[in-house]
């Protein structure tokens, strides 16, 4: 039995973004997909709607995967419908929740567009072949829950049509910026060199200027081929960067905010190397170093000065003095260059410009290949998470240990990151001070200040 042409698939994730990619993915090959934000919305428009598959994230408000699947279970018309599921931790509960739901698979995410769709297209292919598991009756399924798992986010995926030139973009950002005022203070009486100077000191003045300027230095670059250029605002990064893997670009890729500017190398497609300017020196090289105790703060501070009189970059001097082996430094390249990129994707304003075959002799060197699907998913799961934290956290406070509840937990119930946290809370130190003492990255030392609160180990100061 041939498989449903347009077959029609039900995503059912909390985040948008997951929706959406998953969307777009299933939509350029052929599907038909409609999508829903938890479990009992995906059941309510079961009622409404007929589909052939179902794509399930696992944790979700009000209804999980584990719990949607029992629930569809017990219902007439719609038991024996196929279930993916896709999860982040797909791998470590994968035989779990098959076994127990009669799913047909799971995606581990982030996933590559092919592997998903492969998978989806290898579970219809089983239906309509009368080979896929036999589905439990509801009441075989066991009642608890299976062990929770932190969400998954990925970003939106769309194609993109490569926009005009720096030097088209910068007129008509200048005309954006400034043309209204030209034109109306043309008539309010002053001397025109008086007039244009108000208009222009008033523009720069503005949020937008920052993004402006770049946007000049860019279009005044020599020697450049400038295939992509736009507004973060109004395309993000995420999908620049999808589109780019997609279509195999080899190049560099220059995203500014105004202050800080991040370049991604890119080769074929995948990211060789990323760098930062101006950036917070969490994602300087030599953190990742000391985040995992491979030097001391004093070899590193020896390594910096004698790489700056030799003129070497900071890797290359710490590997030719044995401080480090090849391997350790691309293992921290690797990590520098994806943080970055998940801090430039945090960003909601800014500027993007791609320069076409432009290659230097870092990147070469690097040379990391990292898939950009991989990246770019991880950092969205993050800028959800940065939402979560954002609320609860502030890094101006000061926060107290509850040292009563601290002492009943026994000491395997805390990770050593929530040991190393614990330790440097005083009632002193505000949270960025702490997350500056840490080595760690802002985003990792947070989410342990949010675990740790929402379990009351500490609490905050009393202004």
Request: charged share 25%.
């Amino acid at each position: 039995m041939p498989v449903p042409m347009n077959a029609r698939v039900l995503v059912v994730d909390d985040s948008v973004t997951v929706r959406k990619v998953v969307q777009a993915i299933l939509s350029g090959s052929g599907y038909a997909v409609v999508a829903s934000g938890d479990g009992q919305d995906a059941l309510q428009l079961l009622e409404r709607e007929s589909v052939d598959l179902v794509l399930l994230d696992f944790v979700m408000p009000r209804m999980n995967g584990y719990q949607f699947c029992r629930e569809l279970r017990a219902r007439e018309g719609v038991r024996d419908l196929p279930v993916v599921l896709m999860s982040a931790k797909a791998e470590r509960i994968r035989d779990q929740f098959l076994r127990q739901t009669g799913a047909v698979d799971a995606i581990t995410k982030p996933f590559d567009p092919r592997a998903l769709v492969a998978v989806v297209e290898g579970a219809l292919q089983r239906m309509a072949e009368g080979r896929a598991p036999q589905v439990p009756a509801a009441e075989d399924m066991p009642e608890e829950e299976m062990l929770s798992m932190t969400n998954d986010s990925v970003p939106p995926s769309s194609l993109l049509v490569p926009g005009p030139s720096a030097h088209t973009e910068l007129a008509q950002a200048l005309v954006d910026a400034i043309g209204a005022d030209v034109a109306s203070a043309v008539q309010d009486g002053r001397p025109p060199a008086d007039r244009l100077r108000g208009v222009i000191e008033s523009a720069l003045a503005s949020k937008g200027m920052p993004a402006l300027l770049q946007r000049l230095r860019w279009s005044l670059a020599p020697g450049s081929d400038e295939v992509l250029v736009g507004d973060v605002e109004s395309i993000p990064i995420g999908e620049i960067m999808q589109l780019l893997q997609m279509q195999r670009q080899t190049g560099l890729l220059e995203i500014s905010n105004g202050k800080i500017v991040v370049l991604v190398h890119l080769r074929e497609g995948l990211v060789d190397l990323a760098q930062c300017r101006h950036g917070d020196p969490e994602l300087l090289l030599g953190r990742y170093f000391l985040e995992r105790q491979l030097l001391s703060g004093q070899d590193l501070e020896i390594a910096v000065r004698d790489a700056e009189t030799r003129g070497e970059l900071l890797g290359a001097r710490l590997v030719g003095l044995g401080l480090v082996t090849q391997q350790d430094l691309t293992a921290a390249l690797a990590r520098q260059t994806s943080e970055i990129i998940y801090e430039a994707l945090r960003w909601k304003r800014g500027c993007f410009l791609l320069r076409r075959d432009v290659r230097t002799p870092e990147a070469e060197n690097a040379a990391l290949a990292l898939p950009i699907a991989s990246i770019v998913m991880e950092g969205f799961r993050r800028v959800d998470e940065w939402r979560m934290i954002e609320e609860t956290i502030r890094f101006e406070e000061v926060l107290l240990r509850d040292d009563l509840a601290i002492s009943a937990l026994k000491t395997e119930q805390l990770t050593a990151q929530e040991h190393a946290v614990l330790a440097e809370i005083d009632g002193k130190r505000r949270v960025r001070e702490i997350i500056e003492r840490s080595h760690q990255s802002s985003f990792d030392i947070c989410k342990t200040f949010y675990r740790l609160l929402k379990s009351r180990l500490v609490r905050r100061k009393a202004a």
